[in-house]
């Protein structure tokens, strides 16, 4: 074979590989692939501008946990957390005899956890609700409440470990108490006994009973309680006798709802005060962010973030092929003060607030759950490629979006961030791109 002939094949050989080695995948996520190896392209690193703000109300309807307590935080100045919830019959129809009297009442919650220190004592109230309350409604967390006088107003202490005896077992783990029982002769016995068409079923019930709002209306505490009202034990125990020759003790339950179809409803009520916190929302700067901002659940503070010259992407064309944004945890900011388990980003469009798109992924997770980078140092990633991409290629303008803890309806949990300006654990963006053309 001639030398030179020879050379020119080695040359068509040499380009036919080079083009099935270096190909594109698309437009997002992608970038190019060499020896079948993923190659994100060029980076960018953007600032980040990043400062906190509160937030005002969030809907809290059906919470997985309600919440109780006037709770102090260290860093976050005050939270007052109550909830409101319906009483369901655990009989339909019940038969009560002429001259039922109502002896005494106990009321049993059991806890699902706590925020902050276990033990401190808080000043519970009770309060039946004077409206019905509407399955059809989306109850947020600054709603007025319309009340009646309390029919519980007790000191005692938040102990999850507590014990408590219901007549039978000791039990570990519940809120318990006495209720007045003049309520509940009122609303339940005499009604019944009346024969008011309300006790057929539940469904009817809950239109003449509403239900109940437990608030802390004490001076402040360091714990507030987690309550599952889904749990067996969680009961209001009326203890009655018919009759004044009647000497067996008899108890009716009204329940939270424990079971499957039941017209269960509660929902979360939040109010915060800063005047104390480790931070002024009056005196945030929003062009050049801030070097610590801060997250809380509930209806507490927000981590707003801006992107300064992510605009100059903007018509460029390019394949967004991976955007990352990273966050690390102030040391020392935790303790008993346990970090939301995730946190979500939600873009901000005026009054409008949804996930960014990274959420609609079936392939690639958002991330954002707090990981451990070292022995007392957490992190909190978010992949936000799809985010980017809609910024700069198809929306072509640049959302501010905020972090929230993912489930805000049923915890107070809060973390301290490093922000843009942070010296030493700076929040982190950075930008994979390769041009199309």
């Known amino acids: 074979m001639p030398s030179k002939f020879r050379l020119a094949l ?97 009321v049993r919650v059991a806890y ?73 002769q009122t609303n339940v016995f005499d009604a019944a006994i009346d024969g008011a068409s309300h006790f057929a079923d539940n469904e009817d019930f809950v239109k003449e009973v509403p239900g109940l709002y437990f608030t802390d209306e004490g001076e402040g505490s360091s714990i507030a309680g987690y309550f599952n009202l889904e749990a067996s034990g969680s009961l209001i125990e009326l203890y009655y ?54 997250v809380q659940g509930g209806s507490g503070v927000r981590t707003f973030l801006k992107f300064p010259g992510l605009d100059t992407l903007i018509g460029k064309g390019f394949s967004i092929n991976k955007a990352e944004l990273s966050f690390d945890v102030l040391q020392g900011t935790a303790g008993q003060y346990r970090f939301p388990g995730s946190l979500i980003v939600i873009q901000d469009q005026d009054t409008v607030q949804r996930l960014i798109k990274d959420y609609q992924s079936d392939i690639n997770s958002t991330g954002g ?6 022995i007392r140092e957490f992190n909190y990633t978010f992949n936000v490629t799809r985010m980017v991409h809609d910024f700069v290629n198809d929306r072509e303008d640049i959302l501010p979006v905020f972090l929230a803890p993912s489930s805000s309806s049923g915890n107070i949990h809060r973390v301290v961030l490093g922000g843009g300006m942070h010296p030493v654990i700076p929040a982190e963006f950075n930008v994979y791109y390769t041009r199309s053309n």
């Open 369 to 374: 759950t707090v990981a451990r980078t070292d």
């Open 10 to 106: 080695s040359l068509f050989i040499v380009a036919v590989l080079f083009s099935s080695c270096e190909k594109s995948n698309g437009s997002i996520g992608s970038g190019k692939f060499v020896d079948d190896r993923p190659e994100l392209g060029e980076k960018l690193t953007f600032p980040v501008v990043s400062y906190t703000q509160s937030w005002d109300s969030i809907s809290t309807k059906n919470p997985a946990q309600v919440i109780l307590g006037n709770y102090d935080d260290p860093i976050f100045g005050r939270t007052n957390a109550s909830f409101f919830t319906r009483v369901l019959l655990s009989k339909s129809s019940p038969d009560f005899g002429e001259g039922t009297i109502c002896d005494s009442v106990k």
């Open 241 to 294: 006798h018919t009759g004044e020759d009647d000497t067996i003790a008899k108890v009716f339950n009204l329940t939270f709802g424990q079971n499957f179809g039941d017209p269960t409803l509660s929902y979360n009520l939040f109010s915060n005060d800063y005047t104390n916190a480790q931070f002024d929302l009056d005196m945030m700067d929003t062009v050049n962010g801030e070097v610590l901002t801060y």
């Open 112 to 184: 699902s956890s706590y925020y902050g220190v276990e033990g401190d004592e808080i000043d519970l109230k009770v309060y039946p609700l004077l409206e019905e309350q509407y399955d059809t409604v989306s109850y947020y967390s600054n709603r007025g409440m319309n009340y009646g006088p309390a029919i519980a107003d007790t000191n005692l202490v938040l102990g999850p470990r507590d014990t408590v005896y219901n007549g039978v077992d000791t039990l570990v783990g519940y809120l318990s108490f006495d209720a007045d029982p003049s309520y509940f």
